[in-house]
């Protein structure tokens, strides 16, 4: 990876997948890139997706693209990684486990997140 003063901003560095069983509602895809690193879920407008549910809070949780240099790597190797925080009255799910309330927990590639 190149100096992320040489990166495009508006680059897709991670996604997040619809998967079978999810409402239509959702957007089938979600793009996360350096200018576009954080979004909100939940049930008022001003999230950036909005589901329109009793059962979900107003923010429900957050997701954020963080950068940061990979531990013990003499050579500056930079990761980005794709972290989630429940701020829900029932909870946020990832592969049926519940996350912990108002903690960052970062996800793995392939991970199920779900909501209650």
Same mark, same amino acid.
């Given at each position: 990876l190149g100096?992320?003063?040489?990166?495009?901003?508006?680059?897709?560095?991670?996604?997040?997948?619809?998967?079978?069983g999810a409402p239509a509602s959702l957007p089938s895809i979600i793009t996360f890139s350096?200018?576009?690193?954080?979004? !909100?879920?939940?049930?008022?407008?001003? =999230?950036?997706?909005? #589901?329109?549910?009793?059962?979900?809070?107003?923010v429900h949780c957050r997701l954020t693209l963080r950068t940061c240099k990979q531990k013990g790597a003499d050579n500056g190797v930079v990761m980005r990684r794709l972290f989630i925080k429940d701020s !829900?009255?029932?909870?946020?799910?990832? =592969?049926?486990?519940? #996350?912990?309330?108002?903690?960052?927990?970062?996800l793995q590639e392939g991970e199920v997140i779900g909501l209650r």
């Open positions: 100096d992320a003063m040489e990166e495009d901003p508006t680059a897709p560095v991670a996604t997040l997948v619809r998967t079978p350096l200018q576009s690193a954080s979004i !909100s879920v939940g049930r008022i407008d001003s =999230n950036n997706v909005v #589901l329109d549910d009793k059962k979900i809070s107003k !829900s009255s029932f909870g946020t799910f990832v =592969n049926g486990q519940a #996350l912990p309330k108002e903690q960052w927990v970062m």
